[in-house]
């Protein structure tokens, strides 16, 4: 009898824990998703990179740009993968590399 209670008690410890771990997945995807709108206005102002010619350092301004949308889809897809997959901790990380970027980015302007 102390046997299965322990399985049981297991077992609700794991699936609270992946719930929480559901929650940041939801969490961070939202936020994934609230941070492409003002995305969206830098990254068409972005191409004003060129005016001054094609460079580089605009090219990889521009580029940086646009792949960010495209990092963050695959992101999200790999994390849902690797929470199906159990590996929990990987699909965490995945899943907050997106918010990474606007974040930092929001930091460095509120303190500039």
Known sequence: MAASSLEASVSTNQRSRRTGLMV??????VA??????????????SFMAFDAGVQPGAVAFVLGMWIYPLLALL?????????????DKLAAILSGLPVLPPMLLGILLYVL
Not at 24 to 29: A, G, I, N, P, T
Not at 32 to 45: D, E, F, I, K, S
């Open 75 to 87: 992101c999200i897809i790999l994390a849902w993968k690797f929470y199906r997959a159990q590996k």
């Open 24 to 29: 940041w997945l939801v969490m961070s995807q």
């Open 32 to 45: 994934t998703l609230v941070a492409l709108v003002p995305w969206l206005g830098a990254a068409l102002m």
